[in-house]
């Protein structure tokens, strides 16, 4: 299922409230990339028409609006672990990435490894076939660039 594609509660059950908003923020970083609406119509659209039970209201805008208004600083950010440009990188592996890319730098308090976990877990529900692997791979690369602190102790 591709994000925007239906009622995602199903594959959402058990998972906690900020899993829960970056998915969306998934969505909602898709449909932006699809229609180029502007982040605030976006969000107004989603919290109208998508189920927000248990979703952390606050997160999922954070996510959204910092990809979207940081779009060609994440861009060059992730440029130089990618062996292709991002221009042709697939939609929803390109959105992974920016927001992965948008934790790491702006949300230090997140541990590395969960925000690469996590941004695997979306490559592989709503990816391509091998989406998970390149996305692991490009976001391993950064996050050693990015927060070397955390790889010294590992």
Same mark, same amino acid.
């Given at each position: 299922? &591709?994000?925007?594609?239906?009622?995602?509660? &199903?594959? %959402?059950?058990?998972? @906690?409230?900020? #899993?829960?908003?970056?998915? &969306?923020?998934?969505? $909602?970083?898709?449909?932006?990339?699809?229609?180029?609406?502007?982040?605030?119509?976006?969000?107004?659209?989603?919290? #109208?028409? #998508?189920?927000?039970?248990?979703?952390? !209201?606050?997160? +999922?805008?954070?996510?959204? =609006? @910092?990809?979207?208004?940081?779009?060609?600083?994440?861009?060059?950010?992730?440029?130089?672990?990618?062996? &292709?440009?991002?221009?042709?990188?697939? $939609?929803? %592996?390109?959105?992974?990435? =920016?927001?992965?890319?948008?934790?790491?730098?702006?949300?230090?308090?997140?541990?590395? *490894?969960?925000?690469?976990?996590?941004?695997?877990?979306?490559?592989?529900?709503?990816?391509?076939?091998? @989406? !998970? *692997?390149?996305?692991?791979?490009?976001?391993?690369? $950064? *996050? =050693? $660039?990015? =927060?070397?602190? %955390? +790889?010294?102790?590992?």
């Amino acid at each position: 299922m &591709r994000p925007g594609s239906g009622d995602a509660s &199903r594959e %959402e059950s058990g998972f @906690g409230p900020v #899993q829960r908003a970056r998915r &969306r923020a998934l969505q $909602a970083l898709y449909q932006w990339q699809l229609t180029g609406q502007d982040a605030g119509v976006i969000l107004l659209q989603f919290r #109208q028409t #998508q189920d927000f039970k248990g979703v952390d !209201h606050d997160y +999922f805008e954070q996510l959204v =609006r @910092g990809v979207i208004h940081q779009q060609d600083e994440l861009d060059e950010n992730l440029q130089p672990f990618l062996d &292709r440009s991002l221009a042709v990188v697939d $939609a929803i %592996e390109k959105n992974i990435l =920016r927001l992965a890319a948008w934790e790491l730098l702006h949300q230090p308090q997140l541990q590395f *490894a969960i925000v690469i976990d996590e941004a695997v877990d979306l490559a592989h529900r709503f990816g391509a076939e091998q @989406g !998970h *692997a390149f996305v692991n791979g490009v976001l391993d690369q $950064a *996050a =050693r $660039a990015w =927060r070397p602190a %955390e +790889f010294s102790g590992a």
